[in-house]
């Protein structure tokens, strides 16, 4: 069992910057894949950043060259910094975690970018 629990989201102008962060607790030698994906409203769930074993980042191509996703295996975190936030970033964010073949999500965090 993996639990997760995201942080940091809330409202930011466009061109603004947010940190999230998640929180994994349970198992976390079996964790092989964390990572971060989002849901508009409307529209599908959808990858912004992934750690894949060998701790190769991988991202969508919405999000390459202002998001960056960092692990800490120490502090069992993964955060998201998020830079030159644009109103099409607004969304549900969510954490996922693949271990032994299961997926775990957290219960999301809500990221708005208005001015």
């Known amino acids: 069992q993996v639990q997760l629990v995201e942080s940091g989201g809330g409202l930011v102008q466009p061109g603004g910057s947010l940190r999230l962060s998640c929180a994994a607790s349970?198992?976390?030698?079996?964790?092989?894949?964390i990572g971060w994906y989002r849901q508009a409203p409307g529209k599908e769930r959808g990858l912004v950043a992934r750690i894949v074993p060998g701790g190769i980042a991988i991202y969508g191509d919405s999000v390459k060259g202002r998001f960056t996703i960092a692990r800490d295996n120490g502090k069992n975190t993964v955060t998201l910094q998020m830079n030159s936030l644009k109103p099409e970033d607004t969304a549900v964010y969510y954490c996922r975690a693949v271990a032994l073949g299961l997926l775990y999500w957290g219960q999301g965090t809500q990221v708005t970018v208005s001015s």
């Open positions: 349970g198992r976390l030698s079996n964790i092989a894949d």
